[in-house]
């Protein structure tokens, strides 16, 4: 991705004072929407798909194309209760997907009856629409990218993974104050170290061992460098982590819409590519940079359990619970745990939510 210039209506990050302030948020003028993007790719008419526009990527070679990028365990359905459970003001989740059925209305049905109108399925068609020269995609960045064309969403909305669940009760202060995204993150160094060394791994196999086809590890924080790079940070960038995004429909229209080619190239390719950038980051980064100074601390807890011993994960879990900061969880990959540890964090989240294990 090339280094763009700083936008004209864009005001010098150095200048900001980044405080958090308190105010109440009127939900009733200012509505609060969620987004989340999700794909079964075990669903063979998506996995065949798949492979055909895969075409000689190696799935060992290119880990943006692996089937665990697509896999699902049911994790949609802890998702969308828990968002009903612990954020009972917000209007509208929107699920995008590939015309695909997440089977989430009898859960809703089930446990939050009066909610289930709230729920809305959206195609990657419509949010591409105008654009559909780069559908089929199989890249969760190029459709971030476009969420925000869902007709009818939010001035400011939340983006969710489907690994991202709540398990405390959230305020609509944690997310918008004075009609403006809370931003969750820290600031960060340009990862100048990690691109070198990306480079060089490329070099490398591309040139010395021939494997034309070999993609470096994707960093996501390669990613996110790339979305303050494009709007003109120099040394440092405000870095995010696998918790919910809130951000604003306005601002992110706004730039794109004088950016059109700048969109059409970082939709482009159908699988993640390093070259990329995010739109949270790029979202924080416009706020930040337009005077947005509601910033906060990241309160959430992140898992992979596929890395975790029994004993190890237990305890991970248990300091979770008892640090009532933390109010989202993020669990990795979930899909290549043993059988039992899936188990295990689906009880969990059974107990968390107040569901009879036997629903699950």
């Not at 065949?48 to 290119?62: A, C, F, L, P, V």
């Not at 828990?82 to 929107?94: D, E, N, Q």
């Not at 980064?285 to 601390?297: C, D, I, S, V, Y």
Request: glycine share 4%; net charge positive.
């Amino acid at each position: 991705m090339r280094t763009r210039s700083k936008v004209d209506f864009l005001n010098s990050v150095d200048n900001i004072d980044f405080l958090t302030m308190k105010t109440t948020t009127d939900i009733s003028s200012s509505p609060i929407d969620i987004v989340i993007p999700w794909v079964d790719g075990d669903d063979p008419k998506i996995a065949m798909k798949r492979e055909q526009y895969r075409g000689n990527i190696g799935q060992g070679k290119h880990s943006s194309a692996h089937p665990t990028r697509f896999a699902s365990t049911n994790e949609i359905r802890y998702c969308v209760l828990s968002i009903l459970k612990f954020a009972p003001f917000v209007r509208t989740i929107y699920i995008l997907t590939d015309e695909q059925d997440p089977y989430v209305y009898d859960e809703v049905k089930k446990h939050f009856p009066n909610r289930l109108s709230s729920i809305k399925i959206i195609s990657h068609k419509h949010i591409f629409s105008g654009y559909e020269e780069f559908l089929p995609t199989f890249n969760s960045i190029s459709i971030g990218n476009m969420a925000w064309r869902i007709d009818n969403l939010s001035e400011n909305f939340v983006y969710f993974n489907d690994d991202v669940f709540l398990i405390r009760d959230v305020v609509p202060e944690d997310w918008v104050l004075e009609g403006r995204p809370v931003l969750r993150g820290r600031w960060r160094i340009a990862p100048i170290i990690k691109i070198a060394k990306q480079r060089f791994r490329k070099f490398y196999h591309h040139q010395i061992l021939g494997e034309k086809n070999f993609q470096p590890k994707f960093s996501y924080y390669i990613v996110q460098w790339n979305a303050a790079r494009v709007l003109g940070m120099r040394f440092r960038f405000f870095f995010n982590c696998h918790t919910p995004h809130v951000m604003n429909k306005k601002r992110i229209q706004s730039f794109y819409n004088s950016n059109i080619d700048l969109l059409k190239e970082n939709i482009a390719s159908r699988f993640r590519n390093q070259s990329q950038f995010n739109i949270t980051t790029l979202s924080n980064h416009l706020e930040l940079l337009n005077g947005n100074k509601n910033t906060a601390r990241l309160n959430l807890g992140y898992l992979v359990p596929s890395m975790y011993s029994e004993r190890k994960l237990i305890a991970k879990m248990r300091r979770i619970n008892k640090d009532a900061r933390v109010k989202s969880v993020c669990i990795q990959s979930l899909d290549t745990a043993l059988p039992s540890t899936q188990q295990k964090i689906f009880s969990w989240m059974d107990n968390i939510l107040g569901l009879e294990p036997s629903d699950q």
